[in-house]
T-cell receptor
């Protein structure tokens, strides 16, 4: 069964701190690992994505770290801001970015307090 | 660019009824996927349409069916609604091997 396990379920971080969310997967055929951000009442929006041929990808304050041997990947949000307060989902798919089904984690609700 | 648009935004139906949800993909996109997101959960893949054919299907019963039109827009139909079908239904569009963009979803409540 294809699964992506995400932790923690919720996270509270002080403004300016680092938020870290972790995911683990089982299916070694997965070759695309995106992170989505979702605000209440909105659909998920792509934040950043990585493929297994690189171990790290950084875009602004967001960094994905990827460990292929451990089948784990994580999202780091540097200098966290109150506007980052949202639910974050990791996901995985095999065969391409948008061409195949995404398997999502259960989400992490991030609260950044001033 | 209007992005992915879904209609209606909210819907209330009675158990046993049928419902049709609609999705217009982002301009230039030819692939539409549907997801169900229960409260407090991650989205779950229902199915994907490409060139008016169902290309992939997740673990959902036959009560869930869909269609893609020549202009790439899509419909999701759910028959014999159950209370457990209450969820946010998300449509995502993409072009081969590019990222998927999600709409804002349709909130379906079954009473």
């Amino acid at each position: 069964q294809q699964q992506v396990k995400q932790s923690p379920q919720s996270l509270i971080v002080q403004k300016g701190g680092i938020s870290i969310i972790n995911c683990a997967y089982e299916n070694t055929a997965f070759d695309y690992f995106p992170w989505y951000q979702q605000f209440p009442g909105k659909g998920p929006a792509l934040l950043i994505a990585i493929r297994p041929d690189v171990s790290e990808k950084k875009e602004g304050r967001f960094t994905i770290s990827f460990n292929k041997s451990a089948k784990q990947f994580s999202l780091h949000i540097m200098d966290s801001q109150p506007g980052d307060s949202a639910t974050y989902f990791c996901a995985a798919s095999n065969g391409g970015a948008g061409s195949y089904q995404l398997t999502f984690g259960k989400g992490t609700k991030l609260s950044v307090i001033p | 660019d209007a992005g992915v648009t879904q209609s209606p935004t909210h819907l209330i139906k009675t158990r046993g009824q049928q419902v049709t949800l609609r999705c217009s993909p982002k301009s230039g996109h030819d692939t539409v996927s549907w997801y169900q997101q229960a409260l407090g959960q991650g989205p779950q893949f229902i199915f994907q349409y490409y060139e008016e054919e169902e290309r992939q299907r997740g673990n959902f019963p036959d009560r869930f069916s869909g269609h893609q039109f020549p202009n790439y827009s899509s419909e999701l139909n759910v028959n014999a609604l159950l209370l457990g079908d209450s969820a946010l239904y998300l449509c995502a569009s993409s072009l081969m091997n590019t990222e998927a963009f999600f709409g804002q979803g349709t909130r379906l409540t079954v009473v």
